[in-house]
């Protein structure tokens, strides 16, 4: 099998295309616009490898998305490239509608044209499979049971308003002209590569560095946090075994307040790197809310791991730890990052 995957050298993209390389004989056309947030480092061994071409395209460009299908047939999509951070679409909401929504529709449109031409044999077995978030739900109060596929949609930031508008239009082009779609939404993702301005790798580099560690609010905002690969084998297993027009939630079923996550990393800096200071949470402050931070994401997976016959392998503690001994070991990595990549912006904010 041949897929195409857009979003390929960001954070949860690359440990797509490394499970691919590393787990499967599937073959891998990898299309990325790389923005800030793209690394080609992150590819690792699939960087070089035989079944993985990298294509530097805009899934916007529809020009562009219909020669990646005419030149590479592939088999399956898989829809990655997104803009995603939160405090990003307060401040610069058009790039979320150009990538999450427009690209979505260029990308679709691109597919059902080329599925449309396909022997029979193969337009059955063709998929697109769109990979979407958790905050198109909205967000749980303190008693709310978890999401599930049928809970409601109900956006609150720009960000998720573009996601959900994207996951809309994935459903329309299945109902309406009968592409095979798949829709994934998940937890919050963090592990090896991710960009320094995510909460999780922001705390780490600034406890390392004895830097502020600041919290919106009270940091009782919760998140259901999922390790990265595990995400992505979740991905591939979405792929191979979904039923077209489903949707399928995915977790760890690993809830943590923002400050207990916090405390956590914390914890486990201090015992790599003791502090002549002391503890790294004295290091703890708490900011202004930012606006529209929704109070706590969690998801019920138990539907998405009967269909598909997984359930996340690491729990919190373990991925975290795996997690921060990934971004001691990289510094050359994350230094660069924040010196040259970023451009005079600011990295992140707040937990």
Known sequence: MKILLTGGCGFIGSAVVRYLIGHTEYAVVNVDKMTYAASAEALEEAQRHSRHVLIRADVADPAAMAQVFATHQPDAVMHLAAESHVDRSIDDPAAFIHTNIVGTYVLLEAARAYWSRLPPARRVAFRFHHISTDEVFGALGPGDPPFTESTPYDPRSPYSASKAASDHLVRAWHHTYGLPTLVSNTTN?????????????????????????LVYGDGSNTRDWLYVDDHAEALVRVLECGQPGATYAIGARQPRTNLE????????????????????????????????????????????????????PHDFETGLGRTIDWYMQNRDWWQAVRAARYQGQRLGTAA
Request: overall charge negative; charged content about 25%.
């Open 189 to 213: 993702n963090y592990g090896p590569w991710q960009f320094p301005e995510k909460l999780i790798p922001l705390v780490t580099l600034n406890a390392l560095e004895g830097k502020p560690l």
């Open 261 to 312: 996550v916090v405390r956590a990393i914390c914890a486990a800096v201090d015992a790599r790197v003791p502090d002549p200071a002391g503890p790294r949470e004295r290091l703890i402050q708490f900011v202004t809310d930012r606006p529209g931070h929704d109070f706590r994401y969690e998801i019920d997976p138990a539907q998405a791991e009967q269909a598909l016959g997984w359930t996340a």
